[in-house]
């Protein structure tokens, strides 16, 4: 028998054919959540893999602990046509062993169906695999060719095949992070490492109209990290689309598209690219431990040394990057090798000498006048787009902030934005923030706090991945400018309960405290008519 979950909410019985989706979204009127009639039915085809350990964001238990069995007990209904689709929550992982592109029927009978807002999306749960009836397996299901520009509400939860997209960031794995701090598989079984609070990690994909979505990727995927780049050219990504928070990653928009694995990838290997390179600093001199800087040359690192506040060339093209705040300057390890076992770390993953680690005080990114902020300093970038020509420019980089410690893990600025010039003295603000994260730590008692903090939920595993698409009159011009800089007066905090809002502290004049800022592959592209 059914467990029933009482709710204060009249229920209509009515019986649903296979075509009428639309109608059972609409019983829930202007409630939140409806206890669904007997006789309550609906046929639609299973787009989900009961297999895959990519259906869903595992639940947070604890700073140290995730729960993985609500990816295993969410699956993925569509319409036959295709249109609507809901997600279903079974009561356990026993309930949900349907093949993917089955053709079933639901009883819905004594089920709780919720909808949410902003995305507009359905939610069945209170399921039991003996409420739902295999009719047939193997089922063609409609073609869902999309760009990402036309996606809409109606498309969550239904199985979409996104067009002409590549990955941002063709360096790495599908997963960039630190292995001892995610969830263990046979493919970073080490002798140091025990399970990690880590569940998901995601990757920028963008297509050839200048659009972009997350693709998230659990940590016991296997497929992650096999030892290869990701592909490098162009194609087709099939999968799940869902929204979802990804707390250590930021906002990463409405949409997200979940693959059930590597073969919904159909993106070839063989390099090719809606887009062409203008400027690039990638860190790939990371050979020679070196800087390339405008007035000091090639500069090797020595360990603990800093380089003085200088401008940095490029490893692809012409242009300088260097930052107003007067930090200094050395490269550092990113969490970007697609590797295991590479030699480094028992094969945590660390990409040595693969980012540009900005050293500073949080005070000097503040312009103040006296007790008011009226400006951010900021990272730049100055490069020329002469004779490029385009739709679109996209500008891209990656980034994290602090040193694996928690003692430089906050009070650093938390939202940052993106803005343009042609003459660098008029910048034209993207209206898009950034959430910058501190590396993963491990607990310490840090004294300024007055006690141990422990791994907070919204610690990065890796750097984040952000992207603008900004207007074609920034091609073919002499000069152009970008600025990344703080946004607003909101400092990270390490909060006591773990699970609490990093983002809760304010700027004031007189704070200070090291900050630490890591600048990962940054690059200016040109989107090809």
């Known amino acids: 028998m059914r467990l029933l979950i009482l709710l204060t909410t009249l229920c209509l019985a009515a019986n649903l054919s296979a075509e009428s989706f639309e109608n059972l979204r609409g019983m829930v009127g202007s409630r939140e959540s409806v206890l669904l009639p007997q006789g309550t039915e609906i046929e639609g085809i299973i787009v989900s893999d009961y297999r895959s350990p990519n259906m869903e964001t595992p639940f947070q238990e604890s700073h140290k602990a995730v729960e993985l069995g609500l990816n295993y007990r969410t699956a993925y209904i569509q319409s036959l046509d295709g249109n609507y689709g809901f997600r279903v929550q079974f009561n356990s992982v026993y309930d949900n062993r349907f093949p993917r592109f089955s053709r079933v029927k639901m009883d819905l009978g004594g089920a709780v169906l919720t909808r949410e807002s902003d995305p507009e999306r359905y939610t069945i749960s209170n399921m039991i695999g003996a409420f739902v009836t295999v009719m047939e397996k193997d089922v063609q299901i409609p073609q869902k ?36 701090k995610v969830m263990r598989t046979y493919i970073n079984d080490f002798k140091t490492h025990a399970d990690g609070p880590v569940d998901v990690s995601g990757l920028l994909l963008k297509d050839n109209q200048g659009d972009d979505i997350f693709m998230p990727v659990n940590t016991k995927c296997t497929w992650r990290r096999d030892g290869d780049r990701v592909p490098q050219g162009v194609g087709f990504v099939d999968g799940v689309l869902v929204h979802t928070v990804l707390r250590r990653y930021g906002d990463i928009g409405r949409y997200a598209l979940r693959p059930a694995s590597e073969k919904d990838i159909r993106i070839p290997m063989e390099p090719a690219s809606s887009y062409e390179t203008i400027v690039e600093w990638n860190w790939d001199r990371n050979y020679d431990v070196a800087l390339n800087l405008e007035r000091q040359g090639l500069r090797e690192w020595i360990f603990g040394d800093v380089q003085d506040p200088d401008r940095v060339l490029p490893d692809v093209g012409e242009g300088y990057l260097s930052t107003t705040a007067g930090a200094m300057m050395r490269l550092d390890a990113e969490w970007n090798s697609r590797c295991v076992h590479d030699g480094n770390d028992a094969g945590s993953g660390a990409r040595e000498w693969s980012v540009l680690r900005l050293n500073s005080d949080t005070k000097d990114w503040y312009i103040f006048d006296g007790e008011r902020i009226i400006g951010s300093n900021a990272v730049l970038v100055e490069t020329s787009t002469k004779g490029y020509e385009g739709s679109a420019v996209s500008f891209e980089f990656t980034f994290s902030a602090g040193n694996c410690s928690a003692g430089l893990s906050w009070g650093f600025p938390g939202e940052w934005q993106v803005a343009y ?40 595993p890796g750097s984040i991945e952000c992207r603008v698409t900004l207007p074609a009159f920034l091609l073919d011009k ?10 607003s007066d909101k400092l990270t905090v390490l909060p006591e309960n773990p699970e609490a809002d990093i983002n809760s502290g304010t700027m004031k004049p007189g704070f200070a405290h090291p900050f630490v800022l890591r600048i990962g592959k940054v690059s200016v592209k040109s989107l090809k008519n």
């Not at 960031?169 to 630190?178: D, R």
């Not at 002499?478 to 946004?487: A, E, M, T």
């Open 421 to 460: 010039s042609v003459d660098g003295r008029n910048y034209i603000p993207v209206r898009k923030t950034f959430l910058l994260r501190p590396l993963w730590y491990s607990p310490a008692n840090v004294k300024e706090l007055g006690g141990v903090r422990e791994l907070c939920y919204d610690a990065a």
């Open 478 to 487: 002499d000069k152009v400018y970008f600025r990344i800089y703080p946004s």
């Open 145 to 180: 060719v999309r760009h990402i520009a036309d996606l809409t509400d109606n498309d969550l939860y239904t199985f979409v095949t996104l067009a002409d997209v590549e990955f941002m960031s063709k360096e790495g794995a599908y997963t960039n992070v630190h292995e001892k």
